[in-house]
Each structure stands twice: as structure tokens, then as C-alpha cells.
């Protein structure tokens, strides 16, 4: 994995983050590098969620797309803000 890979994963995940929180109900509280890691685990939970429904030919584990990453972030979001110890 390159430099350039891990900026544009930093800029995706930041993006997917940001629309995760925006769609979210409610002020979500988080800093930037929470917001890229929300990103980036929002993608990781897309590609579970839809390795579930299509399997890739060769086998092996596929990120999101934007919106299975949103989807999969919103799920870490609603996790991290019901559960996690204030």
C-alpha cells in the first residue's frame, strides 16, 4: 500500500464520515481523525453487509460502495452514540 493510497483513503473515509454524520438524527460530537476512522470502519461493515447478499468471484473481501459505506457507518454511529460509556 502506497502514500497515495492512504491519503485517498484518509479523503474517502473523511467524506464517508461526514455524510454519515450529517444523515445521522441528532449533534454527533467527533473530531476529524474520529470522523475518517467512522469513514473507513463504514466501509469495512458495507463490505461485510454486502459480501452477504454477493459473493466476488475470487473470494476475496471487496470494499463498499459509497452508499453500502454510508450504511455501514450510520450502523457504527448508532452503535458508538447507544453504547459506548459516557
Avoid at 41 to 54: A, E, M
Amino acid at each position: 500500500m502506497g502514500v497515495l493510497s492512504i491519503v485517498w483513503m484518509i479523503i474517502i473515509g473523511f467524506v464517508v464520515g461526514v455524510l454519515a454524520r450529517y444523515f445521522y438524527p441528532g449533534a454527533v460530537n467527533l473530531g476529524f481523525w474520529m470522523t475518517v476512522l467512522l469513514g473507513i470502519g463504514g466501509s469495512i461493515v458495507g463490505g461485510i453487509i454486502g459480501g452477504l447478499f454477493s459473493r466476488s468471484p475470487d473470494g476475496k473481501f471487496r470494499s463498499a460502495g459509497i452508499i453500502m459505506s454510508i450504511i455501514g457507518a450510520l450502523i457504527l454511529l448508532w452503535a458508538y452514540v447507544n453504547y459506548y460509556p459516557k
